[in-house]
């Protein structure tokens, strides 16, 4: 980048500029299909590497609740519903045990950016401490086992099985769920909690199945192959060269073990991931042992509050994560008009119909916008935004020694574009003499051979290629979750939502009585993600337990609710267009085709709202927008 200007020490136009080109070098026109399903030829890549296979007879068996995934939503629900006093539930859980996502990775290095105090659930519940800031794999698994044995769920689990089908009884009034052990088992509710990042996915390169040598992807990590463990030293690969593909959140912690493990590394990159430091610490006992009763939410919503936009006075996390919207809200926070120019704007808005359409909150937040105007505060953000992606280059220089691998690991694209990554080892892994990083300058690779992989006229010969390829996102539910679910009168749910997700609260779905969706769908997406998965099972208990104790058993989305919701959502969807399109493709703009109906978005009020809009909803008592009924059943 060469002319900067004087003061603010680049040059926002230069940047605009360069994030095009680099984006445009990208965009391609087959977005979500350059990818490969992982079944058939290549089902292999998905099977479970960390259990010994049991064989089991099919069951045949009737409960109350069915919870499909064991990873923290599922585990969640189940723990909340053992809280309430419903002990007639089994989690249905591909793996060999819980985890979910925690029980896929357990890949060199696989750790949580997102601080442990507030990434762990129920902690103040289990009592459990963290022995770090950040934590890992390992602690991770170890603490779902706490609490699984907490709540006593193994006994309710059905290990090693996957659900084929789930099918709507209607005379019997309950949920037929077929598996692929070929259980029949019926349940009168389902919980749908299969986790957004579940389906591993390869890229669709010409020759990727005449490779001789080993080959996995990273979410089933091959330890007979690479020996050691999550925690690193793996030794069985002194002797061997090693090629990894993708450079994502994934790829960032596992390069500094195969680094230092493998006699050659190359790291083959398509776009580089923005790397900040993480600055681990242990916890300090003391200080966590004397926190007061109500601790654990007050962290998270104080960690969610800076995310979704709200300036607080404190802010207790205080890690990469807050500091870049501390900063963004900073700068706009320095356009805030005077508090009488507030307290007049409260006072007209007393006499509008807007005032009390969208909350006080609401209303002056789009009082201030105006008064600023709404490109000039774009403008802020955008500065802000330029001047953290400068000193995250920068860093990229000052810890890489070779000039053009520090310029390759130089991410050209908006903080957001791209999932942040946060690592202290990463980037000097570039600094081995056995470590290459091949930068497909955004192309991806040209082939892959019986030998290697193929760039750029080059043969990298290579005695093992590990996928960092990521997970489906922007795929069908149904593809992902890996079964189809038939409601009343037959109606599937790929049917339901082929145009468009419809649910209400992201959770109820009409058509599909006495079912409830874990997920960011129409509802609270929080990069803390256990925090919504934590608010969803108090929402699913809180209306179980109702039921129970009003009698009733059937409990479906009124029409109205759904289509008010949806628009709701509708209403409320940032508009993000612009910024997905100006965006270098990943998933989080489904690759370079930015997701256009603004109903297949999370709330857009953010999830602090979301969350205290559904504990208002609880509290009032009626069930609004739920048909709960007592049927009689044949
Ligand atoms: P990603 O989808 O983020 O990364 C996939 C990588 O593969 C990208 O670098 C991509 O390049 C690359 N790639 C795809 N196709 C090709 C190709 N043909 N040639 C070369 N490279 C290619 O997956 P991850 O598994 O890394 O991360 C997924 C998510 O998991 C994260 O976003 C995060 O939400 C979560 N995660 C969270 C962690 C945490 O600390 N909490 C840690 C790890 C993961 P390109 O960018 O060009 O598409």
């Known amino acids: 980048m060469a002319a900067k200007s004087e003061n603010i020490g680049f040059d926002p136009d230069l940047l605009r500029n360069k994030y095009r080109e680099e984006r445009d070098k990208r965009l391609r026109t087959d977005g979500n299909d350059q990818y490969k399903e992982v079944e058939g030829d290549f089902k292999y890549f998905v099977e479970d590497p960390y259990v010994e296979k049991i064989e089991k007879s099919p069951e045949n068996l009737i409960t109350e609740v069915v919870i499909i995934g064991g990873g923290f939503g599922g585990i969640l629900a189940a723990s909340r519903l053992r809280m309430s006093g419903v002990d007639d539930f089994k989690i249905i859980e591909k793996g060999g045990n819980f985890g979910g996502t925690w029980y896929w990775n357990r890949y060199p290095g696989a750790s949580c950016d997102i601080e442990s105090y507030i990434y762990f659930p129920l902690l103040e519940e289990t009592g459990f401490i963290p022995k770090h800031k950040y934590t890992n794999a390992p602690e991770t698994l170890e603490y779902i086992g706490k609490i699984s044995e907490k709540f006593n769920l193994s006994e309710n689990a059905i290990f090693q099985t996957e659900v084929t089908e789930v099918v709507w009884l209607e005379n019997e009034g309950l949920w037929k769920i077929l598996t692929n052990k070929g259980d029949d088992i019926r349940a009168k509710y389902v919980v749908h909690s299969n986790g957004p990042l579940n389906r591993p996915k390869l890229p669709a390169i010409e020759g990727i199945n005449d490779f001789k040598g080993h080959t996995f992807h990273t979410s089933r990590w091959d330890y007979q192959y690479t020996g050691g463990s999550s925690k690193g030293n793996l030794e069985n690969l002194k002797d061997k060269k090693v090629a990894i593909i993708g450079t994502g959140a994934t790829a960032v912690q596992c390069i500094p073990h195969l680094g230092e493990a493998a006699k050659e590394l190359y790291v083959f990159q398509r776009t580089p991931s923005s790397i900040d430091e993480r600055n681990n610490s242990e916890t300090d006992e003391e200080w966590f042992t004397k926190l007061k009763p109500g601790w654990h939410n007050e962290r998270r919503e104080n960690f969610e509050g800076f995310l979704t936009g709200n300036f607080q006075q404190k802010d207790l996390v205080n890690d990469g994560w807050t500091e870049i919207f501390r900063t963004i809200l900073g700068s706009i926070r320095s356009s805030a008009p005077s508090k009488i120019t507030m307290f007049l704007w409260f006072l007209g808005g007393l006499f509008t119909r807007d005032f009390y359409k969208k909350g006080i909150k609401n209303y002056l937040m789009d009082k201030f916008i105006s008064h600023v105007g709404e490109d000039n505060l774009m403008n802020k953000v955008e500065m802000v935004d330029f001047e953290k992606m400068e000193k995250i280059r920068a860093r990229a220089e000052e810890v890489v020694n070779d000039p053009n691998t520090a310029e390759s690991l130089k991410p050209y694209y908006r903080q957001f574009c791209k999932r942040p990554c946060f690592h202290d080892e990463n980037l000097k892994t ?8 091949v930068d497909t300058d955004g192309k991806g690779l040209d082939k892959i051979t019986e030998k290697g992989i193929y760039f750029d006229g080059k043969e990298y010969e ?42 209400y609260h992201g959770m109820h779905c009409r058509g ?63 508009n993000m267009q612009a910024f997905q399109e100006s965006c270098t493709p990943g998933y989080y703009n489904n690759e370079g085709k930015p997701n256009t109906s603004p109903q297949n978005n999370p709330y857009g009020g953010g999830s602090l709202e979301f969350f205290s809009l559904m504990k208002k909803w609880r509290k009032k008592g009626s069930l609004d927008g739920l048909e709960v009924q007592i049927n009689s059943f044949n």
């Open 430 to 437: 570039y600094n081995r003499e056995s470590v290459t990083l």
């Open 462 to 503: 290579v005695d093992c290629i590990i996928f960092a390829t990521g997970f489906e996102v922007g795929t069908e539910y149904t593809r992902r979750s890996g079964y189809e679910i038939v409601g009343k009168n037959n109606l599937s749910i790929s049917e339901k939502w082929k145009d468009g997700l419809v649910t």
């Open 512 to 574: 599909f009585p006495n079912t409830f969706f874990f997920g960011p769908a129409q509802g609270g997406f929080t990069a803390n993600y256990t925090h919504s998965l934590d608010e969803q099972s108090i929402h699913l208990s809180y209306i179980l337990d109702k039921m129970r104790k009003e009698g009733k058993n059937y409990v479906e989305a009124s029409e109205e609710a759904e289509k008010n919701w949806v628009d709701t959502v509708i209403e409320k969807a940032r």
